[in-house]
């Protein structure tokens, strides 16, 4: 041979015959060697893998047959081989073999024969028919990944009937026109369920078993409709329909928006092809495979339905009889034509679409005008006077004038537009050095960085999501649509911002970050329709009935004025399940971990340019259980803190309004412009409340949204001089003893020696728990630290601002600012910041009722009479003028009161109002507080009529004001000095220690359902707090105190403790039968009590499966001792709610400003009689209805109108056994000075 050559064309299995003068290529001995050589792991799929063994296999039998030219050439003594040539690997693709080798004309090949050539032929012929079967099977793969790759839009239906009728009409030639399917499928629609079919004993139990699959799965298509992928939204429910498994777990919600989308879609369909009558458009096939599917479930269509088809024949101009045909067919369900315009709340061009088919069927049927709210009145007799239109009333109006506050509400539509806030922090700026401004600039390069590679991040997870969402599964996909990639990584690069040392849970991030795509989500679909136009309109025409100087005639409420401007507002966003929030959170959280990096050389001074994580993901216990959390690097906070940009951002709902917030007209309109805020707060994922409220006639929760918008329409200001007292002290380490926290900076430091080797294991305990209880103080202090940056740098942010508080209710109808941060129901500090914008002159009595709400606020003379207060508050006039003008550098007497700084607020009202040319013109913005006595037990003494109780709370007239807690603490120094008397030692030991500040806290929380348990740890707190108390008596005084409070409690209020002991009785008996205790509150509101046995749900995948509990999910069985537990205090906040708006609701007619903290009521000096007055008048009103058996009818009418099992035996006559009343009188109430004082 004249050149023979290793190669490694057959990879190590054999010879290779190579020219000399032709190298082999790298990539093409990459390529062999990567099919014949070491077997190494492979990627490749397995008919990759078949393709390149064939081809390795012909590539060898060419090498083999060449050699067999050579050894039947035997009487040539040498071959000599010119040129070989040995054909590439195929590209990629091509399932050709590789070509022959050729050989040169000197050494041509001899003919084959013998064995050799009959087993190459053999061997050919087994090539080429593996060959024909490898690309069958390619191919065949190919169209399988293909069809996996197409949407799916004929249903698989499992009605064999269906689904032969449909094939039959798909394959059908000529096809029956689509409308004639339409009628068919509508006249055969199965009869809808009655009422107490479809929320029967059996059909409730499925429904709540899979409530929250059903949720998620409607979330997902509702999203998907909103983002134009309506194809995937059939696809998948097309999916879903075809597992037989799946039945039940489909609703017609969830065909009702799918059929609405491609009824939609015909707009666009219609517009191109109109000109093409009686053609069976794309959409509308789809839809027609629908109302298949619906057929199929056994569901009936309802009026949405009908609504979606009749809009698509609207905007198809088809002809009248198939509309005919399906009126028809809708009046037989026992659907009104009429319907379609009251009980649906369409968009504007459905509205017309609908219009237009059902003219071309009925040309004279004009559509019923617009339900208008504000023409039914609530009947209660509680409200009667409220809504009553022949007496006089002057409702007050805001201070400004209408120009002025349609600027204001500009400024406000831009911040929720925006939809966050920058605000400029109150810590102390730091110099700008070198140091700063690189930290800055090394900061700001970080940023741009991590914005352009989360946007890269973000678009591949949107990939992964939308090919999960094409194999037929829900996924994320829809709702990372929603947002730009830009939004996105600006609100994570918020969130990273916002994050402090310590971290945050992973699911607490997941839900923050959830919820705010949401509220995003919500405020873009407004701003790209029109309601903002239509909004702004319409509210301008509201100003006319707030502003100061317009001649509008102002006889009906906010509320009232509001519905009867305009017609209801377009459908409201549905929020989104719980799990999807957090699912949809922890995912861009994962992204944020995964992609946020900075340079090594940022955290040690010797490092390199290697990239390390910005955020880690550790575990930690918290209260007994381990948690997942998100922790920043420390070089990253430091570059934070060195950088010190001194800004906070805030999203729009959690600040102030700089307008009037929205009259609320539903559970879901008022309060903001444009962000979604609840009437009702509740948990995440709890629904139970809304459903209530929804289903509730709108008249009956008139009283409810009236004083929830009467209470937001009160505007506010910041007290300026108070303010920067406060900042003066927060900026310079803080001042604890007076409410100003101290920085994390303060907190005690745990010991640094390191404990030697031979350190007793008691030694080791000792410094664990102090280290323990250094780090537990150390996060307490930055918590309230934070806390009041956040307040203090809304308060500078608002402090030259006019701006409103919304409010909204918890479940049991008490109400709350809707802004968290900054408002009037936080500590003593937070109160002094504020006082009302609009002022009021103080009139002949203002001033002393100013001086009275100070010597209130000291504390010092709570059993002392109104008069003996005024007096003391003149003796201290030189005191009051000294902390007014020196608060820091005088004599600091308000210091020392119980609230310092309101005292202080109160001290310079009082200081300008004594120095005024005419104290009684003086205008006060102050607002001064009326405190319920022990409010809880008022309630209870007026509905058991109980004279002993009513007492001890000043529900009697006295000379004197009764304090209750004294009296406990009394009646319990009885109950010692009887035990001492007989030889019981911790009695004897508890002489002289027995006070009103030991027993106040219990006797005050017993009413509101405290325990035994609780109640001892209340009093163990009291004593350990005094100095000279044995503390090796702790444990056995605070048992025996908490025994003798309860018993004392027991014979001073014995109505009470009845009450109690029925309704938690009853409550424990509704929980047996298996519902959840409900009642509804002399306002009308609807209670439902929101404790369940905890469900867990399971979010796995990532960096970590997150498992959450919720208490409120109705699947799950009531939970017997949190019912039974919860109903007295729960029912008592219920009547303390109602008390409350009914005092705003009058207060409010007779012109008053009126706010409240629960049983604190609020208003300007001048008018505190005529706010005492209305308080007492509507308490004695509330009481004179006969709640008790008001509640035991409805009970009953609730959960004893079915089966009569024992357990409902038991439940009925505890129900019907109502504790008997006393003898109270309750216009006595009337009379009463120091009922609220």
Known sequence: MSALRWGRGAAGLGWALWPAGRPILLAEEGALGGIWGYRRSSSASLCEQDRRRDWGHAELLEVLEARVRQLQADHVSEVSMKQVILAGIPEAGDSQPPKKAQVGDDGAALGLNGRWAQRLDEDKHVMQKRKQQLDAKRKQRAEQQARKQQLRVEPQLLSEQLADHLQRWEHSTPR???????????????????????????????????????????????????????????????????????????TLPMYNTVLLGWARKEQTAAMLQRHQEGKSLGSFKELVYVFFMMKDAG???????????????????????????????????????????????????????????????????????????????????????????????????QHLPLKTLKCLFQKQLSVEMATTVTVDSVEKAPSLTTEVLKARKTLQELRARWEAELCVALRQTKASE???????????????????EEEFAQLLLQTLQALSSQGESLLSLAQQLGLRIFNRHVVQRKLLSDEVQALQQRYFKYLRLLASDTQEAVDCLPRQYWEALGAPEAPHEQPWP?????????????????????????????GTCRLIPVLYHVYSFRSFRQIGILKPHPAFMQLLETAALRTMTF??????????????????????????????????????????????????????????????????????????????????????????????????????????????????????????????????????????????????????????????????????PCPPHFNHLGSDLARALLEFAQGRPLGPHGLDWLKIHLVNLTGLKKRETLQARLAFADEMMEDILDSADQPMMGRKWWMEADEPWQALACCMEIARAVRAPNPAAHISHFPVHQDGSCNGLQHYAALGRDSAGAVSVNLVPSDLPQDVYSSVAAQVEVFRRQDAERGVQVAQVLEGFISRKVVKQTVMTVVYGVTRYGGRLQIEKRLRELSDFPQEFV?????????????????????????????????????????????????????????????????????????????????????????????????????????????ALHCYRKGLTFVSVHDCFWTHAADVAIMNQVCREQFVRLHSQPILHDLSRFLVERFCSGSRSTDVTKLLDMLLSVPKTGTFNLEQVKHSTYFFS
């Open 176 to 250: 029956s026109p689509w409308k004639d399917q339409l009628a068919r499928l509508l006249q055969e629609a199965p009869k809808r369920l009655s009422h107490a079919e479809e929320h029967g004993p059996v059909n409730r139990i499925s429904r709540m078993r899979h409530e929250g699959q059903q949720q998620r799965l409607l979330a997902f298509l509702e999203c998907c409709v909103l983002v134009d992928q309506l194809p995937l939204a059939h696809h998948v429910l097309v999916t879903e329909h075809s597992k037989s498994r799946q039945k039940g777990v489909l």
């Open 299 to 397: 569901l009936a269509p309802d009026l949405l339905s009908y609504a979606a088809a009749l809009q698509c024949m609207g905007r198809l101009n088809q002809d009248a009889s198939t509309i005919q045909r399906c009126l028809k067919k809708m009046a037989q369900d026992g659907l009104q034509l009429e319907e379609l315009f009251t009980s649906l709340r369409l968009y504007k061009e459905d509205k017309a679409a609908l219009l237009r088919a059902v003219h071309k069927a009925e040309p004279t049927f004009i559509p019923p005008q617009p339900f208008v709210p504000s023409s039914q009145v609530n009947t209660s007799p509680l409200l009667r006077e409220i809504y009553d239109k022949d007496h006089p009333v002057s409702y007050p109006r």
């Open 466 to 484: 939308a090919r999960a969402a094409r194999k037929g599964r829900p996924s994320l996909f829809p709702y990372l649509c929603l947002l730009s």
């Open 578 to 606: 719980f799990p999807v929030l957090v699912q949809l959170g922890k995912q861009l959280a994962e992204v944020l971990v995964q992609t946020v990096k900075m340079p090594d050389h940022l955290a040690q001074r010797q």
């Open 651 to 816: 999203e729009a709902a959690e600040v102030p309004m700089l307008c009037p917030p929205l009259p609320w007209t539903s559970p879901h309109s008022g309060a903001f412009l444009l962000s979604p805020t609840k009437l009702m707060r509740s948990m995440e994922g709890t629904m139970q409340h809304q459903r209530l409220l929804e289903g509730c006639p709108p008249t009956e929760l008139h009283g409810a949204l009236d004083a929830l918008t009467q209470l937001g329409n009160c505007a506010w200001r910041v007290n300026g001089r108070v303010l920067d007292l406060v900042l003066t002290l927060f900026t310079n380490k803080g001042c604890p003893r007076l409410g100003v926290p101290a920085p994390a900076s303060e907190a005690p430091r745990p010991p640094e020696c390191r404990l030697p080797a031979d350190a007793s294991p008691e030694r080791k305990t000792e410094l664990r728990r102090e280290l323990a209880r250094c780090l537990k103080m150390a996060r307490e202090m930055h918590s309230l630290w934070t806390d009041a940056l956040y307040r203090l740098s809304l308060a500078q942010h608002l402090r030259h601002s006019v701006f409103w508080l919304p409010h909204n209710m918890d479940f049991r109808g008490r109400t709350y």
């Open 1035 to 1143: 444990w056995q005084a605070s048992h025996y105190l908490v025994r003798q409070v309860f018993n004392s409690l027991q014979e001073m209020f014995s109505g009470t403790r009845a009450i109690q002991h029925w309704l938690a009785e009853s409550a424990r008996l509704i929980a047996h039968t298996g519902f959840a205790v409900e009642w509804v509150t002399p306002l009308g509101i609807p209670v439902i009590q929101p404790y369940h046995q905890d469900s867990k749900v399971l979010i796995s995948g990532g960096i970590q499966s997150l498992t959450f509990s919720n208490s409120g999910d109705t699947s799950q069985k009531p939970n017997t001792l949190k019912q039974k537990n919860g109903f007295p205090p729960n029912f008592i906040h219920s009547l303390d709610s109602s008390h409350m708006m009914l005092t």
